[in-house]
């Protein structure tokens, strides 16, 4: 049988507050267990919770980026569960009126458009870390992450293979982090995802039974955790047995999910709107300046890039993926005066490639834009060729020197001068007359040895086209 | 010196007459001498003593606040920086707050001295004071009744004058039943009017902190210095806090006052409905207009609040979870034991039972049975009280079917328990502001009449308590042995 697979995503995307979400404690990544825990994450008896509005406005700009409904009033509530590192006993979170309603966003998979619903977003605490090393016989807890503001993105079951639901989560990570409202650090678990897959044979339109694959860190996690999940549930469907609805836990180390808990265990998490806190009204002042705040969208720049760079699709997304990295490719195209081709190709051949060999990001480039603007320069004007350009791009990622200081003192400028370039054919000539011989007779392939050995000589500062020139001309047939 | 009124009190220590110190050891005499009460949990001494010479301070260098060397208690339900905070329970037993509730902070600002923190049922589930882990308070009135809950501390010490004033709470009734029972003023503000930052949750929606003392004037004195907004709680209201002295001797000529028809039923005690008789024919002497007002769905108050408020509690009390701070079972052998032990030992079976009760009300297949449709008929009891209050300017009624009732009376059967708050109820659901009066007795115990104002109209319930206790002497009566 055919199957086809139904992919939903959850994503847990980490807003980028300087403190938390109820409580005025700082959000700061990394610090010694429960040093940034105050009375109200530590939910001590009396304490109160009060919304810290930034989260209010971040939720709606997401909300706008994706043309979702953003609600009028949305309303907080109490998520009850017993856990060590859940303070209160409950988790503040939003039920039935979430913050952000139905939206939407574009993929691109195989050169295709895909449109992905986003059922809705809603805000709410994060809990706390159970520490288990380090500790015999008991577990400790650190409650500094406790109440750090999450944005709960839940989308439509509207993927239909692991290439897709990654396409879908790399979208939104880079949306955002376009937005500033989170730094998208998946190593820190500002980013993660819980994964719903099921199986349906091919036609069918109800949905099958699904199971949740919980909290995945990486992309890469995610696409084999999927491949992995379809791999079992087609075993178990075309054994004639059926998927058990339950959560399941992807293990990164051996590459597999284990059953966590089934529907039946399920916690019956009995929401009821918290008390106290009044519902989050969102003004239409608050509407406007969110909206005037709005950065232009990847899927915008992406069109702009096409139509005012002339870009490929494929480049254009590339490059509109990042702000930091469109922004890098602007501010190139601008200062270098060179055709943008020339500057999408170096920014995302060569420095996208260094960049990539050094895992360091666009940010974390040894060659600022402008400097890199200066390189594109000189091949623009034809003071070095492309490839002594190669050159010039290593020596500057090692230093800090500029392309002009680099060129002169390793002597790299392009030899434009024809007579010293006939100078050298002259002799290249003379000494390989058999080859002369070859070409003249009709061997076109000969034609190569000689520009090979042209530049050799001129080690590689010949200007190619010169060379080429020149060479036509003293070879005539 | 323990006969005067907290106004008396203030204007005395403003004139220079005594001493905070000298009246702060005096109050602390009466605490040990009268300790079969069982009104403290905790007392202060030493830090009362510290406040009070610092008081004695602040009135020596002028422009003290009308508060300052005003020795008053605490419900055990505010928190106390540095000073155990039990909530009448043995959860918190060993609970030392770091922080001060809002309301303990500007009692501190105002130069109060605090001698201490008074019993009360256990995370302020009762009637009668009877869950309270320390023990039941004894009515000063009467020694074999119950004083009330679940402010039972605060009503028996101010009515027994071993404090010039008490800061209480309220979410069903549990400032006004007290004060009715004990024979004292007891205010219970709109919600909202009082911060509840530190002030341990029972049911976030309903719990409002309040003043109990001997007359309006106390009370006024006092709500001044409790009440408004406070950033540290979302649920306060940000509305001015108008001069609550300002307006208590203005004339009720003309005053509306309004009479729920299902207050005064068959089912109403004849000698209760006597009483409350006797008092609103007082305000007839003083000009006021009497209409009877309709609330038709006043009956479903009892069984509305008893959806709403378990289900609030069963979440709030969830962070008594033996993990952080509070009490917790000798060696648990993982973590379902610690939380089973810790939880089944701590509380007690009142608290269990409202836990379970609302546990069960938000689970899934009943919210919408239970939950939904108390919020429902919430709505409708608040709008009962909105149409009345468009015609009158005041509700009054009674405060309790009866006057105070035996120790152990009701504690085997909870409903009637919960019948005890038939009338305060339905107020706390509404949010509005309420007071319970010192109206005469029945069988030489104390009972109260209800005042019910509209939203913030604290100031207004206020003046309508002063006049009568001007004709009257109800709240002057001291109980026999506590003269």
């Known amino acids: 049988m055919q199957w086809e697979t139904v992919i939903g995503l959850e994503i847990h995307a980490q807003l980028a507050t300087n403190t938390k979400i109820f409580s005025g404690a700082s959000t700061a990544y990394g610090a010694e267990p429960n040093t940034q825990a105050c009375a109200v994450d530590l939910g001590l008896p009396g304490v109160l919770p009060v919304l810290n509005q930034e989260v209010v406005r971040m939720a709606v700009k997401f909300g706008m980026a994706i043309e979702a409904e953003v609600a009028d009033t949305s309303v907080f509530a109490r998520k009850n569960y017993f856990y060590p590192d859940l303070p209160k006993g409950y988790q503040i979170s939003q039920m039935d009126h979430p913050i952000v309603g139905l939206g939407h966003l574009d993929i691109e998979v195989a050169g295709e458009t895909k449109r992905v619903g986003v059922t809705r977003a809603h805000l709410e605490e994060d809990a706390g870390k159970s520490l288990h090393e380090n500790f015999a016989d008991s577990t400790g807890i650190d409650l500094n992450r406790a109440g750090t503001p999450l944005l709960e993105i839940v989308s439509e079951p509207d993927m239909r293979s692991a290439k897709e639901a990654v396409a879908y989560m790399r979208k939104i990570h880079e949306l955002v982090q376009y937005l500033d409202i989170c730094d998208g650090n998946m190593q820190e678990g500002s980013f993660r995802c819980d994964v719903n897959i099921s199986l349906r044979p091919q036609g069918q339109t109800e949905y099958g039974t699904r199971a949740e694959l919980k909290n995945i860190n990486s992309f890469k996690f995610v696409e084999k955790a999927i491949y992995g999940e379809v791999e079992r549930q087609k075993e178990i469907l075309e054994a004639g047995g059926s998927i058990v609805q339950e959560t399941r836990l992807y293990d990164a180390d051996k590459d597999e999910t284990r059953s966590m808990r089934s529907k039946e265990e399920a916690n019956d998490y009995r929401y009821f709107p918290d008390p106290d806190l009044l519902p989050v009204y969102i003004s239409p002042e608050l509407r406007a300046a969110v909206k005037a705040d709005l950065p232009e969208l990847p899927d915008t720049k992406k069109q702009r890039f096409i139509q005012d760079y002339h870009l490929d699709n494929e480049t254009a997304y ?54 890199f603007a200066e390189l ?71 034609f190569g040895f000689f520009v090979g050995q042209t530049m050799k000589q001129s080690q590689g500062k010949a200007n190619p086209a010169e060379v080429n020139k020149i060479l036509k001309a003293k070879l005539k047939r | 010196m323990h006969t005067k009124t907290l106004t008396e009190i203030s204007r005395g220590l403003q004139a220079g007459d005594y001493s905070s110190q000298e009246l702060t050891e005096s109050y602390l005499k009466r605490i040990k001498q009268h ?171 309903l719990d409002q902190g309040g003043t109990m003392t001997q007359t309006a004037a106390d009370s006024a004195l006092m709500l001044q210095t409790m009440a408004g907004f406070d950033t540290k709680d979302s649920t306060s209201a940000e509305q001015d806090v108008p001069d609550y002295s300002a307006n208590l001797n203005n004339s009720l000529q003309g005053l509306k006052i309004g009479l729920p028809k299902e207050f005064f039923d068959d089912s109403l005690n004849a000698e209760m409905a006597t009483a409350i008789e ?89 919210y919408d049975a239970y939950y939904i449709k108390a919020q429902k008929i919430r709505r409708l009891i608040s709008n009962d009280f909105t149409e009345a209050l468009k015609t009158v300017d005041v509700i009054m009624g009674p405060v309790t079917p009866t006057p105070a009732f035996g120790i152990g009376e009701k504690t085997k059967d909870p409903i009637e328990m919960y019948l005890a708050d038939i009338y305060t109820i339905a107020v706390n659901l509404a949010g509005l502001p309420a007071m319970s009066v010192p109206a005469g007795f029945i069988d030489n115990k104390p009972i109260g009449l209800q005042i019910i104002g509209n939203y913030f109209d604290e100031a207004k319930l206020l003046n309508v308590a002063h006049q009568y206790q001007q004709v009257t002497d109800w709240h002057q009566q001291t109980p026999q042995g506590f003269e």
């Open chain 1, 318 to 371: 590339k490059l509109a993926s990042s702000k930091e990295l469109a922004n890098y490719f602007e501010t190139v195209v601008k200062q270098s005066n060179c055709e943008a081709k020339l500057c999408s190709n170096w920014v995302t051949v060569e420095l996208l490639g260094a960049l990539n060999k050094s895992n360091l990001s666009i940010q974390e480039s040894p060659i600022a834009a402008p400097r």
């Open chain 1, 376 to 446: 594109l320069k000189r091949i623009a004007d034809e003071t070095i060729s492309g490839k002594i350009a190669k050159q010039v791009f290593e020596f500057m990622w090692n230093s800090a020197d500029s392309a002009d200081d680099i060129i002169e003192k390793q002597g790299l400028k392009q030899i434009t001068d024809s007579g010293a370039i006939e100078a050298i054919i002259d002799k290249i000539i003379a000494d390989n007359p058999a080859q002369v011989e070859q070409y003249l007779s009709g061997k076109d392939k000969v």
């Open chain 2, 35 to 205: 300790t079969a009460l069982n009104s403290f949990i905790t007392v202060t001494e030493d830090l009362a003593i510290a406040q009070a010479k610092q008081a004695d301070a602040m009135l020596a260098a002028g422009n003290a606040p009308v508060l300052t060397g005003v020795p008053i208690a605490h419900k055990d339900i505010f928190c106390t920086q540095g000073i155990k905070t039990s909530c009448g329970s043995k959860m918190l037993d060993n609970f030392i707050a770091p922080y001060n509730a809002t309301v303990i902070e500007k009692f501190n600002q105002a130069g109060a001295i605090s001698l201490g923190k008074l019993n009360m049922d256990e995370f302020a589930m009762g009637s009668s004071n009877e869950t309270s882990f320390y023990g039941t308070v004894h009515n000063p009135w009467a020694e074999n009744t119950v004083a009330g809950g679940s402010s039972g501390g605060s009503a028996a010490a101010v009515a027994a004058r071993l404090i010039s004033g008490a800061t209480g709470t309220d979410t069903g009734g549990s400032i006004r039943q007290p004060a009715a029972l004990c024979g004292i003023t007891g205010l219970k503000p709109t919600y909202g009017r009082v911060s509840r930052f530190g002030m341990i949750a029972y049911a976030s929606s």
């Open chain 2, 278 to 366: 006797t008092a609103i024919n007082e305000y007839k002497k003083m000009g006021a207009e009497i209409i009877e007002v309709s609330m038709p769905n006043l009956k479903l108050a009892i069984p509305a609040y008893y959806v709403i408020a378990p289900a609030e509690c069963s979440a709030n009390l969830s962070r008594m979870d033996g993990v952080r701070f509070g009490h917790r079972c000798d060696n648990p052998e993982d973590l379902n034991d610690l939380y089973i032990r810790s939880r089944g030992e701590g509380f007690g079976t009142e608290v269990k039972r409202r836990i379970l009760v609302g546990t069960y009300a938000l689970s899934a297949g009943y």
